[in-house]
Structures are given as structure tokens and as C-alpha cells.
């Protein structure tokens, strides 16, 4: 997974616009979102859902060490956009969990859908 980092008082309109070009982008999987509590990801996305007709599929994980619920959700919906919301670092940089990201996103497991992960960037230090 690359890191894009946006700044500045359009960052999050400029997040949406890589989010559509993500879901346009067949060999993408994987979209991670990140930026300080209460600025408006969350929000920002959900509209540009909204706008584009499409219902995601929610993870919702206080903590997770497994990678099975996912694969779980993803098996059942294989073909759909999932969103993992208020990632902690602790959840997504477990070893077995991040291989399944990195895995999805170098195309090695069979998923058609895509996985968008939105975080607060405090939990992802530099």
C-alpha cells in the first residue's frame, strides 16, 4: 500500500477525487484514508458514496488479531466495495492481518470488490 499525503484546506475534496479513481482502477484493491479526528473523512466519503449509488459492505472491528472475520465478509461480498472505519493501528498492523491487505492488494487472493480503510493519522505515526 502507498502513502499519499494531502495538506491544506482542499485536502479532503483532493481525497475524494484519489477515492473515485481508486473505484474507477480494477487493479486497485486497497485505499487507505487517513487524517486528524473530526475533519470531515468520514463525512467526505459517505457523500461520495451517496453520489455514486454504492452501499458498502461496514467492518467494524474494536480489535481484531485474526484476519478470518475478514475474509469472512469479503467471501460473502466479493464482488462489493467494503470500508474498514476507525482502524486503529493496533488492528491493522497485526502481522496476519496486514498480509491479508497486502495480499488483496497485490492481487494474490481472488476479490474483485475493494477495501477502503479509514483511520485517524495520530494511530499511524510517521
Known sequence: MGFLELNGKDAITNA???VEDFL??????????????????RTALNKK????????VNHNYTIIEI???????????PESLHIWDDVFR?????EEVFSLFKDL???????LGKF??????QEFPD
Open 16 to 18: 475524494m477525487k484519489l
Open 24 to 41: 474507477k482502477n480494477p487493479l486497485k484493491k486497497v485505499f487507505l484514508i487517513t487524517g486528524y479526528f473530526g475533519i470531515g473523512k
Open 49 to 56: 458514496l451517496k453520489k455514486l449509488n454504492i452501499t458498502p
Open 67 to 77: 484476519k478470518k472475520p475478514i475474509e469472512n465478509k469479503l467471501n460473502k461480498h
Open 90 to 94: 493496533v488492528n491493522l498492523m497485526n
Open 105 to 111: 492488494e497485490n492481487l494474490t487472493i481472488p476479490f
Open 116 to 121: 477502503i480503510l479509514v483511520a485517524n493519522d
